[in-house]
Nanobody, 121 residues
Framework: VQLQASGGGLVQAGDSLRLSCAAS????????MAWFRQVPGKEREFVAA????????RYADSVQGRFTISRDNAKSVVYLQMNFLKPGDTARYYC???????????????WGQGTQVTVSS
């Protein structure tokens, strides 16, 4: 499956953004989907994941209650709604597809190119 992330931008602290990740290729609804983020010089960090059938989601503690992951299997798209953004959320955000809904990046074998989110104070 090929992944294309979009929706990033420059916002102020407290604002909201919605990231999208469009999938093409093999059956999207066979995959668990996740969002990760990375700041230059730091390791890639788990943000959120959702199971193929939408019955299970997982969030990093740092975004719990502010971010919501969702998916539309009919459209082959996964979303990340980000509310109450903080400067610490500044990073490049990547979507990924894998077999299980976990937080370990090694379990995801298909990655998008990422979209930059910058939150100013």
């Amino acid at each position: 499956v090929q992944l294309q992330a979009s929706g990033g931008g420059l916002v102020q602290a407290g604002d909201s953004l919605r990231l999208s990740c469009a999938a093409s290729g093999r059956a999207f609804n066979n995959y668990a989907m996740a969002w990760f983020r990375q700041v230059p010089g730091k390791e890639r960090e788990f943000v959120a994941a959702i199971s193929w059938n939408v019955d299970f989601t997982r969030y990093a503690d740092s975004v719990q209650g502010r971010f919501t992951i969702s998916r539309d299997n009919a459209k082959s798209v996964v979303y990340l709604q980000m509310n109450f953004l903080k400067p610490g959320d500044t990073a490049r955000y990547y979507c990924a597809a894998g077999a299980v809904t976990v937080s370990e990046s090694s379990e995801y074998h298909n990655w998008g190119q990422g979209t930059q989110v910058t939150v100013s104070s």
